[in-house]
């Protein structure tokens, strides 16, 4: 320590390192649900009761943890619109295992997040490996999933699952001092992928990937294999999320995992990822998780017509990739 060092500056520069490490548009979120949860709690009886914010964290559990895969592959100017579909072929396959083997729960979440794996792998590949546009390869499997998922279901909707994931599921089981396990789950996994993608060289060539894929290359970065890591970590995530799903209910259905891709790309862009790539942080993704299942526990608790919530998360959305759209124009312009 030098003389003009004493442990008060130190200190100082340290919790300065920490508050620089949340950055414009994550804050900006943690202002309006903070203004939310307060305006919603005076407003109402039931919002901030223990059983409507555990729900709250229990449905946003799914989409926080696809988010944190989903934020990669943005980051890196992708997108996969297939995650849903391959959430029900995660469920089906895990449900199975549980049903018919009677696997426990360390090997069926070990199913769940290689067959996860696999299906990112596939698609990371194909994209990575033939140039096809993200959206046009990941719309594809999308189909393709959904079919593999019905296939596997046979007649029937999958029913009677035992409680082997309960521990990741919203009952009281699945709780620790008072929080959903699967909560738990996405800020432990949120925290180490963040860690990773703002401290470690190979995360943060999914930041270079995403600038300039070309300039990545010629910085020696392996843009394929970063490309396909990426879709592999947001099929382990949708692996994870599946068994969360499975956890909450008995039952797989074969409608499961529809629409979840929009849950999960709205959390990740409303979160300050840009959608062109190059930007975007895990914290963000979960904070817009978080902003996204508040207003529809809001809409709910308020007994407003459902479709209002689609619109709010739709006005977020547009706020969000307007000021992306903004931000880069006055990058370019300097």
């Given amino acids: 320590m030098t003389a003009l060092s004493t442990p008060r500056t130190v200190g100082t520069q340290r919790w300065r390192t920490a508050f620089a490490a949340v950055e414009g548009p994550e804050l900006v979120l943690l202002g309006v649900i903070a203004l939310l949860w307060v305006g919603l709690a005076l407003g109402t009886d039931t919002f901030l009761s223990g059983v409507n914010v555990q729900n ?37 396959v895990a449900g199975k295992a549980i049903t018919v083997q009677h696997v426990g729960m360390g090997t069926a979440l070990l199913i769940a997040m290689v067959v996860g794996g696999l299906l990112g792998a596939f698609n990371g590949a194909v994209i990575a490996l033939t140039g096809i546009h993200p959206i046009v390869m990941t719309f594809a499997t999308l189909n393709l999933f959904r079919f593999l998922s019905l296939e596997i279901f046979g007649p029937g909707n999958l029913d009677g699952v035992p409680d082997t994931l309960r521990l990741l599921g919203g009952g009281s089981s699945g709780r620790l001092l008072g929080v959903p396990n699967s909560w738990w789950l996405s800020m432990l996994i949120g925290a180490a992928v963040w860690f990773y993608m703002r401290n470690r060289p190979s995360g943060r060539h999914w930041y270079a990937i995403g600038g300039d894929a070309n300039a990545a290359r010629l910085a020696a970065i392996r843009v394929r294999r970063r490309v396909i890591a990426a879709y592999v970590l947001v099929g382990v995530m949708t692996g994870l999320a599946g068994c969360v799903l499975i956890g909450s209910g008995g039952t797989v259905q074969q409608n499961s995992g529809t629409g979840l891709e929009l849950k999960v790309i709205a959390a990740v862009v409303i979160g300050g990822t840009s959608i062109l790539g190059g930007r975007g942080t895990v914290l963000g993704t ?46 370019r312009a300097l």
Avoid: Y
């Fill in 286 to 331: 979960l904070l817009g998780a978080l902003l996204v299942g508040t207003v529809t526990s809001a809409v709910t608790i308020l007994n407003w017509p459902s479709q209002l919530a689609n619109l709010f998360v739709g006005i977020f959305i547009v706020l969000a990739v307007g000021t992306d759209v903004l931000r880069e124009r006055r990058r």
């Fill in 56 to 92: 709250i964290l229990s449905s946003v559990a799914p989409v926080a943890l696809i988010g944190i895969g989903m934020t990669a592959v943005i980051v890196t100017g992708g997108i996969d619109v297939s995650v849903g579909s391959a959430v029900a072929v995660v469920m089906v």
